[in-house]
């Protein structure tokens, strides 16, 4: 008979350890014009409290089904909310960039190791039939948490300083803490694989160089031209490479059998797609209403919270929905909604009312999360007990690369949009043409993340709910 746990306890902690987490990825961004002044940096160097993020996390992620296999559930939750808390505290007190730095890298450390437990527990506690609930609420936090932070930091900043955004979150880490220490089990068999260290010095420099390579590519002026790019992408692809040849062992740190799963595959394209999609409208939409329409950075944060918290509010109910449904009745009229949305994007100016970009967003927000818990909960639904680690370690590495590859192709085609409209201007430096500039580069933006949503509708008319007997369930067929 299956072990029952307090499955309510056990999510509500690792749910406001994980939000918080994700909170504080997005929360500094607005802060970074601030930090350049207090700290007298270059941007360049500010863009490392975002990059470093992403960096570590790209580099953690692929080494987390070895560690969800080595530690146990206890331990490893004890390990990444202690890291939050000593990130977030030295964050809080920081006074210098270097400081402020290193605790990045401690938060980044806890959320990498974060994130893959809390979709290997929701898998492991939860029967399958009442997975996709569970799943909207770790969808809910994964979504909604980094949404919420530019219009959270941006207040804390307008009336209190930059500090306040790690001293708001610290008391919630720390409830997620002690909740987890009187509730959480250890769900998981430790079976203490063996450590192929070339297997790990492969992964981090293959994903950790793509990672890098691609939020430089977002970040620097040089953009793709730029060598550090080019070399640290291209190293990063050779070293992936020869990290996959080395899964062929018998004990392998990463299980590529799970690619042997179509459903498990699908819905790992879906939600990478989602996430590219979804980081290129989360850092264009901000720039094109302050640059383009001359808002204020914390309207803009008001302006994109209803759709954020919209999202949040149905990311449950689409879970129950794809319980009762299966996936392809959310999936595919999600993909529908999110291909009209980004096709009325790329129609929008400098004079489109507020209301026009709210109802826009809303809709955008509200198709990704359509897709997002069923493709992902029907993707890990098809993967065997065993796999779960490797799963879910896979999915949200690849997530991850989603992310930075969004980010970095959307500031691409911005400042290439950009750049072709005052090239041919007669008035460059006017501050009409400017927002004309940014209106056309983001129409690219969002025309170039239209088609991306239409490849993935035609891959939604594949997806097939997984069946849940066993039998079947770990057949790849």
Not at 210 to 226: I, N, R, T
Request: hydrophobic share 55%; net charge positive.
């Amino acid at each position: 008979m299956k072990k029952q746990y307090n499955t309510r306890a056990i999510l509500t902690a690792l749910l406001i350890s994980g939000a918080v987490g994700m909170f504080n990825e997005t929360a500094l961004n607005i802060a970074l014009t601030n930090l350049i002044e207090v700290f007298q940096i270059s941007a360049a160097t500010a863009q490392w409290l975002t990059t470093g993020f992403m960096l570590t996390l790209g580099i953690l992620m692929p080494v987390s089904g070895l560690l969800l296999q080595t530690f146990s559930t206890r331990k490893l939750f004890i390990g990444s909310v202690m890291s939050l808390i000593a990130g977030t505290l030295i964050a809080a007190l920081a006074f210098n960039f270097e400081m402020l730095m290193f605790a990045r890298v401690l938060q980044a450390v806890g959320m990498g190791l974060l994130l893959p437990l809390m979709f290997n527990t929701v898998l492991v506690i939860y029967p399958q039939e009442k997975r996709g609930a569970a799943m909207g609420l770790v969808a809910l936090v994964i979504m909604v948490a980094p949404a919420s932070g530019p219009t959270i930091g941006g207040l804390l900043i307008e009336y209190l300083t930059w500090h306040y955004i790690f001293w708001f979150s610290l008391p919630f880490l720390v409830i997620g803490l002690l909740i987890g220490l009187k509730y959480l089990e250890n769900v998981t068999d430790v079976t203490k694989p063996r450590i192929d260290l070339l297997s790990v010095l492969l992964s981090t420099i293959g994903f950790g160089g793509v990672v890098f390579g691609f939020s430089k590519a977002g970040e620097g002026a040089d953009g793709w031209s730029s060598s550090v790019v080019v070399t640290s992408i291209v190293i990063g692809l050779v070293a992936l490479v020869l990290f996959i040849l080395r899964q062929n062992m018998s004990d392998p740190m990463l299980n590529l059998s799970v690619f042997k799963y179509p459903m498990y595959v699908i819905g790992m394209l879906l939600i990478m797609s989602c996430m590219l999609i979804s980081m290129s409208s989360t850092i264009i939409l901000p720039m094109f209403l302050q640059t383009g329409s001359g808002l204020s950075v914390f309207i803009t944060g008001l302006i994109l919270l209803p759709g954020s918290a919209l999202s949040g509010i149905i990311q449950p109910y689409v879970g129950r929905l794809f319980d009762k449904y299966g996936p392809k009745w959310l999936v595919i009229p999600g993909l529908m909604i999110l291909t009209v949305m980004l096709w009325f994007f790329t129609t929008i100016s400098p004079t489109s009312s507020v209301a026009l970009i709210i109802a826009l967003h809303i809709g955008l927000t509200v198709g990704i999360a359509l897709i997002w818990t069923p493709a992902q909960t029907n993707g890990l639904n098809q993967l065997p007990p065993e796999l779960y680690p490797h799963g879910t370690a896979i999915m949200n590495t690849l997530q991850q690369v989603g992310g930075a590859i969004g980010t970095a192709v959307a500031i691409s085609i911005l400042t290439g949009g950009m750049e072709n409209y005052l090239h041919s201007s007669s008035a460059p430096t006017k501050q009409i043409e400017i927002a004309n500039a940014m209106a056309l580069g983001s129409h690219n933006v969002f025309l170039f993340a239209m088609v991306i949503a239409l490849i993935n509708l035609i891959m939604g008319f594949f997806i097939r709910r997984v069946v849940t007997n066993q039998k079947v369930m770990n057949s790849p067929h």
